[in-house]
């Protein structure tokens, strides 16, 4: 984990619980959103995308809420797993992935 | 292992040194990019090849070039290294030009 930000916004959780992880966009423009995730001393890892012309996307354990009136995701992580513990951040398209994401840890 | 491959995992330089990272992937992608993570900076696009032939801008091109050699690999060449280019240098590909769906592992390159 020694590549990502050194004060990022952290959410713990306890094992077994739901977890959810926000995200907040500038441009009302974008119409392509993803989710990654990447654990320590790894890439980021590609987890759910979601079009603008959708409001919600549900894959395995994970739920991607996308609302455009206030440009905000949020990803939902049912039941969530110590694997699941790493940093989780969205992107748009081809630019940055925005600020430096949100640090999951689960508690045993 | 599929997937997306860097080399080398880490490097140090002296500054003014060039360098080239490698980078190769073996899922028939049509488009690779390459990003740098900072600290409180989160992931930015240096550069990104939509397909074969082609290469583009990212956010933070400066000091950097980049060749797409064929298909399968695309590399980044520091011609001069700085010390501002100590980073976390991260490989990507993906199917269309649309979004990276697959990182390699990264290369740690600091420059003293």
């Known amino acids: 984990g020694e590549s990502v930000g050194l004060h990022l916004p952290t959410l713990s959780v306890q094992e077994g619980d739901n977890s959810i992880i926000n995200c907040a966009y500038s441009?009302?423009?974008?119409?392509?959103f993803i989710w990654y995730k990447q654990e320590s001393g790894k890439g980021p890892q590609f987890i759910i995308d979601?079009?603008?012309?959708?409001d919600k996307r549900q894959g395995q354990r994970v739920t991607v809420l996308l609302n455009k009136t206030v440009k905000h995701l949020s990803l939902q992580i049912a039941a969530t797993q110590p694997g699941d513990s790493a940093v989780y951040f969205c992107?748009?398209?081809?630019?940055?992935?925005f600020g430096t994401g949100t640090r999951l840890k689960v508690l045993a | 292992n599929a997937g997306v491959t860097q080399t080398p995992k880490f490097q140090v330089l002296k500054t003014g040194q060039s360098m080239t990272l490698q980078c190769a992937q073996d899922?028939?992608?049509?488009?690779m990019y390459w990003y740098r993570q900072d600290p409180g900076m989160g992931l930015r696009l240096i550069y990104y090849?939509?397909?074969?032939?082609?290469?583009d801008k990212g956010e933070v091109p400066n000091g950097y070039n980049v060749s797409r050699l064929n298909k399968r690999e695309f590399s980044l060449r520091l011609e001069s290294a700085a010390p501002s280019q100590t980073s976390v240098y991260f490989c990507?590909?993906?199917?269309?030009?649309?979004?990276?769906?697959?990182f390699g592992d990264g290369t740690r390159l600091s420059i003293l």
């Open positions: 979601i079009r603008s012309n959708m």
């Open positions: 441009n009302s423009a974008s119409d392509y």
């Open positions: 990507a590909s993906s199917e269309y030009s649309r979004q990276p769906q697959h």
């Open positions: 992107a748009e398209k081809l630019k940055y992935i």
């Open positions: 899922m028939n992608h049509n488009s």
């Open positions: 090849s939509a397909s074969e032939g082609t290469t």
